[in-house]
């Protein structure tokens, strides 16, 4: 009959759970300290859990709600001036130099893997015929054995 191991399997999962509940807690006090603003999504990388988890638990969903109200929305990126923008052309030009660079740089790959099959292709000729040439195998032999 085997042991019943169930309550070691509950105490474990247990502290899992708890486990995971102070790194959520510890990263909501870390983010709130930093003035980092508190979405399930940062709160989850920060603490390496999963969001559906965090939607479970009412205490930390309210906590994240009320940081994140507390120091407002998520700042976005700054806005640049048309100016300093780069135009449709611009972005087209950088594209069309990347492109032609990568075409370059396939025929060099090609030219260089060509190179490397011929050289490998050489030295591969060059050992057989050294190693032919030290154990006699390819020459005729001078005598002739007759049926067996």
Same mark, same amino acid.
């Given at each position: 009959?085997?042991a019943d191991?169930s309550?070691h399997i509950?105490a474990?999962a247990r502290q +899992?759970?708890a486990?995971?509940r102070e790194?959520a807690?510890a990263?909501?006090r +870390?983010?709130?300290t930093?003035?980092?603003?508190?979405?399930f999504?940062? *709160?989850?990388r920060?603490?390496?859990?999963?969001?559906s988890?965090?939607?479970?638990?009412?205490?930390?969903?309210?906590?994240i709600t009320?940081?994140?109200?507390r120091?407002g929305p998520?700042? *976005?990126?700054?806005w640049?001036?048309?100016?300093q923008?780069?135009?449709?052309a611009?972005?087209?030009?950088r594209?069309e130099a990347a492109?032609?660079?990568?075409?370059?740089?396939e025929?060099?790959v090609?030219d260089?893997?060509?190179r490397l099959a011929?050289?490998?292709?050489?030295? +591969?000729?060059?050992? *057989?015929?050294s190693s032919?040439e030290r154990?006699? *195998?390819?020459?005729?032999?001078?005598k002739?054995?007759?049926?067996?």
């Amino acid at each position: 009959m085997r042991a019943d191991n169930s309550p070691h399997i509950i105490a474990a999962a247990r502290q +899992r759970a708890a486990a995971t509940r102070e790194r959520a807690i510890a990263a909501l006090r +870390r983010m709130d300290t930093a003035g980092q603003p508190a979405t399930f999504d940062a *709160v989850a990388r920060e603490a390496g859990v999963s969001r559906s988890w965090l939607y479970t638990q009412p205490d930390l969903r309210a906590e994240i709600t009320s940081l994140r109200d507390r120091h407002g929305p998520a700042p *976005v990126a700054p806005w640049i001036p048309a100016q300093q923008r780069a135009s449709g052309a611009s972005l087209l030009r950088r594209l069309e130099a990347a492109t032609e660079r990568n075409r370059e740089l396939e025929a060099e790959v090609r030219d260089l893997r060509d190179r490397l099959a011929r050289a490998l292709g050489q030295q +591969r000729a060059a050992a *057989v015929t050294s190693s032919s040439e030290r154990t006699g *195998v390819g020459h005729r032999l001078a005598k002739s054995i007759g049926p067996c």
